[in-house]
């Protein structure tokens, strides 16, 4: 398993600001997730970093609103751009490991930020 | 899209008691996860299961995976106050979702004392 940890672990922002979150893994990955989550419920992936690549983003998930960094294999950022009350949740980021149960995609998360936007 | 039902969405129960979380789909998996989150943290991954018809055992509790790998169990027998958390299960499918889980809607438990 991999080790992931997340700045900041929370945060208050106001409207119409912008919020850079990161993420940083103690081993090299080639594949990292960001992830919302609405606390109590389920997970929405907003899309995936590979190093050396622009980010993939999931229906609903657009690059002007949640521009995604991935400079190197242990570290990436995700930013809240623009912000509205409705962008208040939980951003979790995660990163796959492979071979350890017959060669399934697990994934390991990061404790997420918890966002609230006033 | 793959789907993944995972019922019941809420279970309260007293301590000792036993429980079955369940998830379901139409669509065939290569791997099912199962993840148990607290307040404040992140998914903590449990157990994946890979083969159809295979069962796993943590302590109390037992993972299945359906013969035809569409659908999974989690079964937590004599549940503690400790069990109490939201817990996940996740799909990994081939081919345009390489790499991807497709989660289900989460079930949160409490074991009451």
């Known amino acids: 398993s991999a080790v992931i940890s997340q700045k900041p672990s929370r945060d208050i922002c106001q409207r119409g600001t912008s919020l850079t979150i990161q993420c940083q893994v103690d081993?090299?990955?080639?594949?990292m997730f960001w992830y919302r989550q609405q606390p109590g419920q389920s997970l929405t992936l907003i899309a995936t970093?590979?190093?050396?690549?622009?980010?993939?983003?999931e229906s609903g998930f657009v690059i002007d609103k949640f521009p995604i960094s991935r400079p190197n294999l242990t570290f990436s950022t995700l930013t809240v751009s623009n912000m509205s009350p409705e962008d208040s949740s939980i951003y979790l980021c995660s990163v796959e490991s492979f071979g350890a149960s017959g060669g399934a995609n697990e994934q390991f998360f990061g404790p997420g930020t918890r966002l609230t936007v006033l | 899209t793959q789907l993944l039902e995972q019922s019941p969405q809420f279970l309260s129960i007293q301590e000792g008691e036993n429980l079955t979380v369940y998830c379901n789909s139409s669509?065939?998996?290569?791997?099912l996860q199962w993840y148990r989150q607290e307040p404040g943290e992140g998914p903590v991954l449990l157990v994946t299961v890979v083969t159809g018809g295979e069962v796993k055992k943590l302590k109390r509790l037992t993972f299945q995976f359906g013969d035809a790998r569409k659908d999974s169990s989690l079964h937590i027998t004599a549940a503690q106050p400790g069990d109490t958390g939201l817990y996940l299960c996740a799909g990994e499918g081939g081919g345009t979702s390489y790499g991807k889980l497709t989660f289900g809607q989460g079930t949160i438990l409490t074991v009451h004392p």
């Open positions: 669509s065939v998996f290569s791997s």
């Open positions: 970093a590979n190093q050396g690549s622009e980010a993939t983003y």
């Open positions: 081993s090299q990955v080639t594949m």
